[in-house]
């Protein structure tokens, strides 16, 4: 079954208000914020219905993958202001599809926090960018937690001792249950930063550490979108 990336919420303005801020560019980014344009493939857009406080759509294909996705967005008066829908669906079911889902699943979640309160106060949040850090390697979420899926050679993961598959349980001595949790670590840390390391392997508990890498995207490194990687370019073991 493809990913899917559904999130309903009230914000306590008009609707009105509420569409100013997914119609108008400014506005827009007050709480999206805009991407480093550097070592990021140009996104190709479509615009779909565009029903004012109502609905927006749109079709976005990312460099590097196969297809479109289609986002939709809809306004509903309400009696505590306005509740917004956004659907994201039409993701592939590769595993690039998967590790591009779920990425910017997050993203979005974050933006979203940022979306209300600047909504709610006019304050820009700004939480979602930028990370300071990473780990050198792409990974997923599991049932059990988050395994890894890729290590590019010379980062962080490989220096530390990781190998695909392998299940992160603690980093910096901080539990790791949910992709998030990276996240937090990779912009609380800065490059270069030794960190402690604890994973399972083969039902073994493993320990290591090392210097954390520098943030990938935009270094040629990856393509430009998040979650994706050049299989050339890493180690599968």
């Known amino acids: 079954m493809s990913p899917k990336y559904e999130r309903v919420f009230v914000v306590a303005v008009p609707v009105a208000r509420a569409w100013a801020a997914f119609a108008d560019p400014e506005q827009r980014e007050a709480w999206m914020g805009a991407l480093p344009s550097e070592g990021f493939e140009p996104i190709e857009l479509k615009p779909g219905v565009i029903e004012p406080h109502r609905r927006l759509t749109w079709s976005q294909r990312q460099s590097g993958l196969e297809g479109w996705y289609e986002t939709a967005v809809t306004f509903e008066e309400v009696s505590a202001g306005t509740r917004i829908t956004i659907v994201r669906s039409g993701f592939g079911d590769s595993e690039d599809w998967r590790h591009y889902s779920e990425n910017t699943g997050r993203g979005w979640d974050e933006s979203i926090a940022d979306l209300i309160l600047y909504l709610e106060t006019g304050l820009r949040g700004s939480r979602h960018l930028p990370f300071r850090s990473s780990l050198g390697a792409t990974m997923l979420e599991s049932p059990v937690g988050v395994r890894v899926t890729h290590i590019v050679p010379g980062g962080y993961a490989a220096t530390a001792g990781m190998r695909a598959g392998?299940?992160?349980l603690r980093l910096n001595g901080a539990a790791i249950v949910h992709g998030s949790d990276v996240c937090v670590l990779m912009k609380e840390h800065a490059e270069g930063e030794v960190i402690e390391a604890e994973w399972v392997r083969d039902a073994k508990l493993l320990?290591?550490?090392?210097?954390?890498?520098?943030?990938?995207?935009?270094?040629?490194?990856?393509?430009g979108f998040p979650g994706a990687y050049p299989k050339a370019a890493l180690a599968e073991s």
């Open 207 to 223: 320990h290591g550490r090392a210097p954390l890498s520098g943030w990938l995207f935009g270094r040629g490194t990856h393509v």
């Open 166 to 168: 392998d299940l992160i």
